[in-house]
């Protein structure tokens, strides 16, 4: 079976792939200052050696930054050598050098990234409004429920498919989800035709992720500055068109530290990022965290990254998510990902607390969609 198969070949890659990870964080630390804008799309193998030759004179090294519908390259080193620039400027298939000076360099919307677009489950990102939606936790030993959820969601107007495989819990005792589950999610896939997205913690579960073509990678709150992990996804997913959800930590401070976070997965290669507020803490009285989806428009000002809002885990109880998420909209959201199962109260995991119904999710989504309209009207005073 494909999934015993794949497990027993990444078990045995894990470590050499983590000490190659841990010997390559420090890449990362390198201020980028400078992009190389080809004339096309991307560039061939040979354009690209003789780049590295050029820079390897002056001791710099080329990183490839791989966009949605084009590529940019960064120069990591002393990249402040005139000549180096003359030389680079001078090729034919090179449009331009440019110098970022904002401290995020990549994120940031001046950045050559900002011009491309997002597109997944038949959505334009920042155009049409992205839902994902599916249980919090998919049950091994009841896959029907799963199947029978995705389904429901597929019908209420979800565009990607969302489960739990593997669960961060506080006690070492609760319930840390199991591998079977991803057969479960992948079967839901095939059945619906919809994307699917699941959050990894370490680089086995990555692995096997990748193994398995996952759509979206899904980084939470307790992983959001992890950043051997991020830059591990970075790296991994920067030669196909995968998706990484980065939700904000639960004791994120700053505005800057959540899109440094994200920073780290582009730097290393994969520019497909989506910022995911989901509440922080301290929790506000009643709800299970502090809702940050306010954040959404400096966001909105300070990155290009589309900006999608998790309710559920903002507030944690069914009854107040559908408030939650209209707000998130009318904020600015580009999407919410939201938990949904088709009988929350036979669900495991938050489900049965904080799932709604698919009849609710596909009022949330009509109700939010002239919202997301109105909303868009008023992102040119970002500018």
């Known amino acids: 079976?494909?999934?015993?198969?794949?497990?027993?070949?990444?078990?045995?890659?894990?470590?050499?792939?983590?000490?190659?990870?841990?010997?390559?964080?420090?890449?990362?630390?390198?201020?980028?200052?400078?992009?190389?804008?080809?004339?096309?799309?991307?560039?061939?193998?040979?354009?690209?050696?003789?780049?590295?030759?050029?820079?390897?004179?002056?001791?710099?090294?080329?990183?490839?930054?791989?966009?949605?519908?084009?590529?940019?390259?960064?120069?990591?080193?002393?990249?402040?050598?005139?000549?180096?620039?003359?030389?680079?400027?001078?090729?034919?298939?090179?449009a331009r050098v440019d110098t970022i000076q904002s401290p995020y360099k990549l994120m940031d919307r001046q950045s050559e990234l900002a011009r491309q677009s997002f597109e997944i489950g038949g959505r334009v990102l920042k155009q049409e409004l992205l839902l994902i939606a599916g249980h919090c936790t998919i049950d091994p030993d009841n896959p029907q429920l799963f199947l029978e959820t995705a389904q429901a969601v597929q019908e209420a107007g979800a565009h990607v498919l969302r489960g739990g495989i593997w669960k961060p819990r506080t006690s070492p005792h609760s319930y840390q989800g199991d591998v079977r589950a991803l057969q479960t999610i992948l079967d839901a896939r095939a059945e619906t035709g919809l994307p699917i997205n699941i959050e990894v913690m370490d680089h086995?579960?990555?692995?096997?992720?990748?193994?398995?073509?996952?759509?979206?990678?899904?980084?939470g709150a307790r992983n959001a500055l992890n950043y051997s992990l991020l830059k591990s996804i970075g790296e991994k997913t920067a030669s196909r068109q995968t998706f990484v959800l980065l939700k904000r930590g639960l004791h994120m401070g700053p505005i800057k530290e959540f899109i440094s976070a994200a920073e780290y997965i582009v730097a290393a290669g994969n520019s497909h990022v989506l910022l995911c507020p989901r509440g922080t803490a301290p929790a506000m009285d009643g709800y299970r965290n502090h809702p940050d989806e306010c954040i959404t428009p400096l966001l909105q000002q300070q990155t290009w990254a589309p900006v999608i809002v998790?309710?559920?885990?903002?507030?944690?109880?069914?009854?107040?998510?559908?408030?939650?998420?209209?707000?998130?909209?009318?904020?600015?959201?580009?999407?919410?990902?939201?938990?949904?199962?088709?009988?929350?109260?036979?669900?495991?995991?938050?489900?049965?607390?904080?799932?709604?119904?698919?009849a609710c999710l596909a009022r949330i989504y009509q109700d939010a969609l002239p919202l997301f309209e109105a909303s868009r009207q008023y992102r040119a005073y970002l500018d």
């Open 310 to 358: 998790d309710p559920s885990h903002s507030v944690g109880r069914a009854v107040y998510v559908p408030h939650a998420a209209l707000a998130a909209v009318a904020y600015g959201a580009d999407g919410l990902v939201i938990e949904c199962h088709i009988q929350p109260n036979r669900g495991i995991g938050d489900d049965p607390k904080q799932a709604v119904t698919p």
């Open 204 to 219: 086995e579960q990555l692995a096997l992720a990748m193994e398995a073509g996952v759509d979206m990678i899904q980084v």
């Open 1 to 94: 079976m494909w999934l015993v198969d794949q497990k027993s070949k990444i078990i045995g890659d894990q470590r050499l792939a983590e000490q190659n990870c841990v010997n390559s964080i420090t890449v990362t630390a390198v201020l980028i200052l400078k992009m190389i804008i080809p004339h096309g799309s991307k560039l061939n193998a040979e354009q690209i050696y003789e780049i590295r030759s050029i820079l390897a004179e002056f001791g710099c090294e080329l990183d490839e930054i791989v966009g949605a519908t084009r590529s940019i390259y960064a120069i990591k080193g002393d990249e402040r050598h005139q000549l180096m620039i003359n030389r680079l400027e001078g090729l034919a298939y090179v």
